[in-house]
């Protein structure tokens, strides 16, 4: 069983629907990270987590720590939200460990 | 604009060859990474730095090695390509575990034939 998986694996929504992508673990963190890949590649920070919840513009992202779990919620979606969204999670020997990725297909 | 920048967005190689992929950061980072990713398997390290000249396996290094001797500059070495290290190569950078503190490149697809 992966340490860190992530649910959705694929996901298609229209646009203006809110979306949220789930993320369980089962080890012990420090920190949790909500990464973006856009098709190409690259890859870019959201949001790093150790509690609560936190919100940059459309996206919000929250942890519940005694549950295992976060999420990562996009409130009226657009076609360029589509990309991949990765969870990634810091564990207790400061080693990152990554979910597979979950990819969101925002359709016009 | 800070940046992590891979020296080439798309590779072919021949089996065999020694090949080089070179990541740059300007934000003074000491932790510089190097991990492949492939479809199913998701992001896997091969090999971190914490310091200039400092290296550490990470769960997958068989088959690379890597060069730190600028604090900006990391090198992943593929000392004979072959065909199953085809793949998507992402470098990372980080100082602290911080928000927007760690910081990707775009990514080098490699090809090896």
């Known amino acids: 069983k992966n340490e860190v998986e992530q649910s959705p694996q694929n996901l298609t929504a229209q646009e203006g629907e809110f979306i949220t992508i789930n993320c369980s673990y089962s080890v012990g963190i420090s920190a949790l990270h909500w990464l973006q890949q856009h098709p190409g590649g690259g890859i870019v920070s959201l949001f790093m987590l150790s509690s609560g919840k936190k919100k940059h513009g459309r996206l919000i992202a929250t942890i519940n720590i005694q549950e295992k779990h976060s999420s990562l919620h996009i409130t009226a979606s657009h076609p360029r939200d589509s990309a991949v969204y990765i969870c990634?999670?810091?564990?207790?020997?400061?080693?990152?460990?990554f979910g597979k990725g979950t990819r969101l297909h925002i359709l016009p | 604009d800070v940046k992590v920048t891979q020296s080439s967005r798309y590779l072919v190689k021949r089996t065999g060859e020694k090949v080089f992929l070179e990541c740059v950061q300007d934000?003074?980072?000491?932790?510089m990474f190097w991990y492949r990713q492939d479809p199913g398997l998701g992001l896997r390290l091969i090999y971190f730095?914490?310091?200039?000249?400092?290296?550490e396996k990470g769960d997958i290094p068989e088959g690379y090695s890597v060069s730190r001797e600028k604090k900006e500059r990391f090198s992943l070495i593929l000392e004979s390509a072959s065909t199953n290290q085809t793949s998507m190569y992402l470098c990372?950078?980080?100082?602290?575990?911080?928000?927007?503190?760690?910081?990707f490149g775009s990514g080098t697809r490699l090809t090896v034939v």
């Open positions: 990372a950078s980080s100082s602290v575990w911080v928000d927007y503190g760690y910081t």
């Open positions: 934000m003074d980072h000491e932790n």
């Open positions: 730095s914490y310091d200039v000249k400092m290296k």
């Open positions: 990634a999670v810091l564990n207790r020997d400061d080693k990152i460990i």
